[in-house]
C-alpha cells in the first residue's frame, strides 16, 4: 500500500547524521527562566547535520522561532511553552506570516529537509491557551487577526513529525503549508476549556487540528484531536494525502475546505485516503458540538469582501477522495457537501466541482436523520459519487434520509432528488 511505501521512503531518506561529533543537549534553566536563547542555540549548532536533544521539562518561549533542519534530528523530550502574553503576539511583528491563507499568523516554524523530530510522546508544545479562549470571548475573533498557529511545517522537504503532543493551542493546532513528502505519525491536539465560567460553550473555535495548503505527498497517522473545530482541514492544493486512524472528539469533524475563497486562484485538492476515522462526542460541558462526520464546504461564486475574512469565487476541484471505515458518535451530520460558505441573498452560484468522492463502510450514530445531504452548486454538478456499507444509525422511530442536489452519478444509495 501507498502509505506503507511513503513511510519507509521517508524512513529512508533521512538518514540523520546522528554520527555528528557530539548532539547538542540542553534541559529547561527553570522557573523565571527564558529558555528561547539556548533552544535556538542549540538548532543553529545541531540542525544542519546533526542531532539536537532537548531533555523532558519545560522550556520558556517567549518569542517566534524558526528551526531550519537540515539531515537532521530533534529529540524533543520536553514541551515548548509560549508564555500566553496575548498582546505581545497579536503585534504582526512579532509572529511570522509565512502561510498565505487568511494571512495567518506562527509563532514557530519548522522548514528544510530530511530531518526527524521525535517528540517521544512527552514533548511537544505548550500553547497555553485557556486565556486566550478567555480573551477572545469578549473580543472578536476574524480569520488573520494574529492568534498564532501552535506548529507550522513551511517548505518542508521529507520530514517527520512523530509522537507529539500539543495542548491547549490558541488557534489552528497545526498547518503545514508549501511542503513535500511529510509524515506526521502519532499527533495529539486537546483545546479543552477548563474554565468553570466557559462550561458548556465552545469558547475554542479555530484550534483545528491540523490546515493542509499547497502541500504534496503528506501522511498523517495515529492522530488525536480533541478540538472545537475541524479537525483536519483539507485545503487549497493539497494534494496525495493519506489519514490513518484519526481520532476526532468534539468539533466540526474532518473538513474539505473551505474552498474557492480566493477568486484568483483555483484550489485543487486531489488523490485524497482516509481510512479508520472516528468521530466521537464528548462531555458537552467541555464541548458541547460534534457536528460532522466529514464534510466538503466551498464559497459560493461571488466575491463578497476580501480575504482573510471574506471572499469567494474561487474555481477548483476537489476529486478522488475515498473515505474508509468511519465510526460516528452522535453526530448531527454525517456527511455534507455545501457550496454557500458566506453566501448573501442573490449571490452567484459556486463554480468550484467536488467529484469522485468514495464512501466506504461507515458506521455510528447521527442525532439527525439525515445522513447524506449533498447540497451541490447549480453551476457545478458534483459527480461519480459511490457509497458501499453506508450504515448510519439514526434516532429511533425515524428513517434515514439521503438528499442529492445537484449531484449526478450517485451509486450505492436511492437519493432523494431535490432541485
Ligand atoms: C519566562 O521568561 C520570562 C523572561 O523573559 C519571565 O519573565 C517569565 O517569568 C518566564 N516564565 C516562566 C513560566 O518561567
Ligand atoms: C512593527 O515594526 C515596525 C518596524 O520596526 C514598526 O515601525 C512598527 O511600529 C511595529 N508595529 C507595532 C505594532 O509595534
Ligand atoms: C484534554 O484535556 C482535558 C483538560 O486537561 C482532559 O480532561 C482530557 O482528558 C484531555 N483529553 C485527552 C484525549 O487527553
Ligand atoms: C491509533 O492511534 C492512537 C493514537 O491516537 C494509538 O494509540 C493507537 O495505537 C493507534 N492504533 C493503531 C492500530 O495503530
Ligand atoms: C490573489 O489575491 C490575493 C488577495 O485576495 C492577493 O494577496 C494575491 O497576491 C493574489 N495572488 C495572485 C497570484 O494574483
Ligand atoms: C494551485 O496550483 C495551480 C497550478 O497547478 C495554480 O494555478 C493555483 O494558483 C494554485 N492554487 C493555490 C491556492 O495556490
Ligand atoms: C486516487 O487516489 C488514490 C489514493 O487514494 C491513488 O492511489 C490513485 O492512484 C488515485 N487515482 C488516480 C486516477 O489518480
Ligand atoms: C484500519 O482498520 C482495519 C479494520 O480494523 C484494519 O484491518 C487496518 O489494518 C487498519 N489500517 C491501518 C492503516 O491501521
Ligand atoms: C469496517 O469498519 C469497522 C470500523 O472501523 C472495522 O472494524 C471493520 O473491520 C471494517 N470492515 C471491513 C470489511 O473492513
Ligand atoms: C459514473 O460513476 C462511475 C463510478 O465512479 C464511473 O465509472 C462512470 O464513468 C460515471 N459515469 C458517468 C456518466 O459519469
Ligand atoms: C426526520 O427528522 C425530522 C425532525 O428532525 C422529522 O420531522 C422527520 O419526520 C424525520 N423524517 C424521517 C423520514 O424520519
Known amino acids: 500500500m501507498l502509505p506503507i511505501l511513503l513511510l519507509l521512503a521517508l524512513a529512508g531518506a ?10 547538542c543537549i540542553i534541559s529547561p534553566l527553570g522557573a523565571g527562566l527564558d529558555d528561547t536563547d539556548q533552544v535556538l542555540t542549540a538548532i543553529a549548532k545541531c540542525g544542519h547535520g546533526g542531532h539536537t536533544v532537548l531533555e523532558e521539562g519545560v522550556y ?6 524558526t528551526w531550519d533542519l537540515v539531515d537532521a ?6 514541551s515548548l511553552s509560549f508564555v500566553p502574553d496575548i498582546q505581545f503576539w497579536l503585534n504582526a511583528n512579532n509572529t511570522y506570516r ?9 509563532w514557530f516554524v519548522i522548514t528544510g529537509s530530511d530531518f526527524e523530530v521525535d517528540a517521544h510522546d512527552t514533548g511537544g508544545i505548550q500553547g497555553n491557551g485557556q486565556p486566550w479562549w478567555n480573551f477572545f470571548t469578549t473580543t472578536p475573533r476574524a ?7 501552535s506548529l507550522t511545517l513551511f517548505q518542508a522537504r521529507r520530514g517527520i513529525i512523530r509522537n507529539f503532543a500539543i495542548d491547549a493551542p490558541p488557534f489552528w493546532c497545526n498547518c503545514i503549508a508549501e ?19 466557559f462550561a458548556g460553550q465552545n469558547i475554542v473555535p479555530n484550534t483545528d487540528g491540523i490546515d493542509t495548503y499547497r502541500s504534496d505527498n503528506i501522511m498523517m497517522a495515529n492522530w488525536d484531536i480533541t478540538s472545537g473545530d475541524d479537525c483536519l482541514a ?5 494534494t496525495n494525502v493519506v489519514a490513518q486512524n ?21 484550489d485543487i485538492v486531489e488523490n485524497v485516503f482516509m481510512e479508520n476515522l472516528t468521530m466521537t462526542r464528548i462531555d458537552p460541558a467541555v464541548q458541547p458540538n460534534m457536528g460532522n462526520g466529514v464534510y466538503f464546504k466551498s464559497w459560493d461564486g461571488s466575491i463578497n469582501g476580501a480575504p482573510p475574512t471574506g471572499g469567494g469565487g474561487g474555481a477548483g476541484f476537489t476529486k478522488n477522495v475515498t473515505l474508509k471505515n468511519v465510526v460516528l458518535d452522535r453526530v448531527n451530520r454525517p456527511t455534507t457537501i455545501t457550496q454557500t460558505n458566506d453566501a448573501k441573498t442573490g449571490d452567484l452560484p459556486s463554480i468550484y466541482k467536488f467529484e469522485d468522492l468514495h464512501y466506504e463502510n461507515w458506521s455510528g450514530t447521527s442525532l439527525t436523520n439525515l445522513t447524506v445531504d449533498l447540497a451541490c452548486s447549480s453551476a457545478a454538478h458534483c459527480t461519480d459519487i459511490t457509497f458501499s456499507g453506508f450504515d448510519v444509525s439514526v434516532p429511533e422511530g425515524q428513517t434515514p434520509q439521503i438528499i442529492c442536489q445537484n449531484a449526478e452519478n450517485v451509486s450505492g444509495e436511492t437519493c432523494v432528488l431535490v432541485s
Open 73 to 78: 534530528k530533534v529529540d524533543l523530550r520536553g
Open 246 to 266: 484519526i481520532t476526532c472528539r468534539g468539533g466540526n469533524g474532518i473538513a474539505f475546505g473551505s474552498l474557492g475563497q480566493y477568486a484568483n486562484l483555483t
Open 143 to 149: 480569520d488573520g487577526d494574529g492568534r498564532p498557529i
Open 234 to 238: 483539507i485545503k487549497g492544493n493539497s
Open 179 to 197: 511542503s513535500q513528502n511529510v509524515v506526521y505519525d502519532g499527533m495529539k491536539c486537546n483545546a479543552s476549556n477548563t474554565n468553570p465560567m
Open 98 to 106: 509565512v502561510v498565505f491563507i487568511q494571512s495567518q499568523a506562527s
Open 60 to 65: 520558556n518561549i517567549t518569542r517566534k522561532m
Open 14 to 23: 533521512v538518514s540523520v547524521s546522528a554520527a555528528a561529533p557530539s548532539p
